[in-house]
Structures are given as C-alpha cells and as structure tokens.
C-alpha cells in the first residue's frame, strides 16, 4: 500500500471532504462553498465519483448540508474577528482545511486544531506532500479523545490562552457521545474566557426531520448502525436551548436549516437545498 494510504482519516471525515469537493464540481455556480483541498489530501482513485455515496442527485441534500454549515461557520469567524477574536480552535478537526485554503485570514488568528494521533500525522504529512506550508500559527494537537478531557490540558500546552476569548467549535461529532458527555463538554465550555462562542451541531429526532428528509436520514441511521458508530444523542431546540442555558452560558441560539435556506441558497435554479436534520447551537460565555 502507499504510504499516504497507509493511514487515513474516519470515513466519515473522507466522505464530508469529498462531497465539499464535489459541490465544486457538480453544482451550479455560485458556490456555496469552495473547498477541493481535502479532495487533494486524499487522492482519492479517479473513479471516487462513482461511489454510492457520491451520487449527485442522490446526496445533493447531504451535500448542501456540508457545505451550508462550512460556509456559516467561516461567515462567523470572520465576523467575531471584527470584535477581537484572535483564538479559533476546532475540536475533532479531520480535513478542516481553513487555514490552507484562507491563509489571508488564518494568518491572523491563532488555529488549534484538535483530532486523533493518527489522524493528525497522515494530515500533515500530506499537506507537506502537497507542498502546503503549515505556519506557525497553526497548532496541530493531538488527542485521544477516549482518555477523557485531556485535551483542555493539551491545548493549553500548546499556546492557548484562557484568558482571551475564543471560538471553539464541534461540528458533527455530538449524535456519537452520550447525553452526559455532551453536558461535560458544554460545561468545560463555561470555563472559557467572556464572550467566548462555542458553536455545536446536534441531531434532531426523525419525527422533526421534513417528511422528504427523512427516507435519507433514516440510511444515515442505518448506515452509521452498520459501521459500528451508532447515533446514539438526539435533541430538539428546546431542549438544547435549555440544557445550555442549565449549565451556565450567558446566551444561546439555535440556528435550523430553514435559517441557513434563504442566506444561502436562494434564488438558485438548480433546487439546491439543505435537508433538515442537523441543527447549531451557538453559545456564549
């Protein structure tokens, strides 16, 4: 096997990065979001298009998920930057590729990435295989996120400054932890400088999904049951809203899909749209 195969990341993590590339490339401009960088960390076989998983009409509300949240967050962070946000930390980061495909932006945060061992050495040996220049301001930390909460220990080790404010996010990893592990993160959360934001995507309950959402989520369902990882946390707003607010953060918002809808797909003639089904929560300290 090649050695950058030898190692690779979640195919969950493949899969997000992939379909991100292929909205580039299939889907009607104006783009959403524009990110081949993971495509080329891959390299994939030519043939990855024909996938299952890739089919363009088949995944395009998936896909318009991905690319509306990705999109949503970095509209955020530039925004924060504004009010002196100098600190981003992305938990669980897979093939995040802010920082290789903003450099103009990136440059003036400080970037902590955090995800598994292994996962952070194959993307970095890629991204120097590719001839990306990882800066300075770009902190890989490696964790293993089994051992419990190490990982604040960590990134403080590796530069973070808790008494500036900060935009830590989780994006698709809260439906794999339990109710309670979920309450222990928002609630290492609350340690965080003032008027830091922790933005977190949570799973609603198939009963909320849209009637023509749910024959999809329903094979996310079965899909993830059949890999060994389980969704096993489901919320409605309500009751996000009010275990964040339980816990101690001083304000919350829950964002839908039908808020990201018209901000940025609108007026499209292709059909895009995002299904329903994963929420955000944002949270202020």
Do not use: C
């Not at 749910?214 to 707003?237: R, W």
């Amino acid at each position: 096997m090649d050695k950058k195969h030898s190692i690779t990341p979640d195919s969950t993590a493949v899969r997000v990065a992939l379909w991100r590339a292929l909205h580039v490339q299939v889907d009607a401009p104006p783009h959403v979001f524009s990110d081949e960088v993971g495509l080329r960390l891959i390299a994939p076989e030519k043939d990855w298009r024909n996938r299952r998983d890739m089919h363009p009409q088949g995944t395009s509300p998936f896909r318009a998920s991905i690319v509306a949240r990705a999109r949503f967050i970095e509209d955020f962070i530039i925004q924060q930057m504004s009010h002196g946000l100098s600190q981003y930390v992305i938990l669980g980061a897979g093939l995040d590729t802010f920082a290789q495909r903003r450099p103009e932006i990136a440059s003036k945060l400080q970037i902590f990435e955090i995800d598994k061992p292994e996962t952070q050495e194959w993307k970095l040996r890629r991204l120097m295989e590719e001839g990306f220049q990882v800066s300075s301001n770009l902190r890989f930390v490696p964790v293993n996120f089994e051992s419990g909460f190490s990982w604040w220990e960590r990134l403080i080790n590796a530069g973070f400054d808790t008494k500036k404010s900060a935009i830590i996010t989780s994006i698709g990893v809260s439906m794999y932890l339990t109710s309670e592990a979920i309450k222990e993160t928002l609630r290492h959360m609350t340690s965080l400088a003032p008027d830091s934001k922790f933005i977190m995507t949570f799973m609603l309950p198939l009963d909320l999904v849209n009637p023509e959402d749910k024959p999809g989520y329903q094979m996310s369902l079965n899909g993830a049951q059949a890999s060994g990882t389980p969704f096993i946390s489901f919320f409605t707003p309500s009751e996000m809203l009010a275990l964040a607010r339980e816990i101690g953060f001083k304000d919350v918002q829950h964002l839908s899909t039908a808020d990201l809808t018209p901000r940025y797909f609108a007026n499209r003639t292709d059909g895009l749209k995002p299904s329903t089904g994963e929420e955000i929560l944002i949270a202020t300290t």
